[in-house]
């Protein structure tokens, strides 16, 4: 096994940063994709929501190598695109329907007396939803958040299957000149373990210098104390 850390340390460690990479850029697209989502969720137009609802389903019901075959082979025969660039895409456009949820969960956990207090004071929905409501439910959005960003960072682990050499790729390329498949698997998996851990104290210590754990016993916030909220704004 110290042969393995000898002959391709160098390689499992570029290979690390482009799984890193991989996932932070997946991750950011899944963001944006699943705040208009959420968004779509809890709109009161009708043809959003269904959309937002077949878009959920669709991504959630099937496996993710299979919508990672699909996407990348039907972007690449209209767009031409590069292995990372498409593997980022369908990872990004898979976690944004958990990540849409996540959100739309975070959103509706706020006490509606904020939104009735900031209408009642002339401000407009959609303005009252960016600096009332918004702020609160990314920060409750966070302990989910950071599970997801672990979830996708061992999903990422399938891109290899369109050539993209990123940790699991590299072992795959590894074991096959080594012929040491168990040892070499072993490697891969303490790389990805380190990585998990590493990301768990981040998301840790983000989660304690914000405070989740107050903000989510507060939830009991009535129209008065709304309308304090509002008022500071």
Known sequence: MASIFETHGIEFLKAALLTI??????LAIAMIIGLVFAFFKVSNITILRKTADAYIFLVRGMPLIVQLMF???GISSVFTLNDFTAGALALGIHSGAYIAEIFRGSIQSIDR????????LGMPYALAMRRIILPQALKRAIPSLGNQFIIGLKDSSLVAYIAVTELFNHALSAQAENYMPFETYFVVGIYYLTLVLIFTIIFNKIEKKLDVGKSK??????????????QSV
């Open 21 to 26: 990479e991989l996932t932070v850029i997946s």
């Open 71 to 73: 996407l990348y082979y």
């Open 113 to 120: 007396g904020q939104m009735e207090a900031a209408r009642s």
């Open 217 to 230: 016993s507060r939830r009991g916030k009535r129209f008065d104390q709304g309308k304090k909220i509002v």
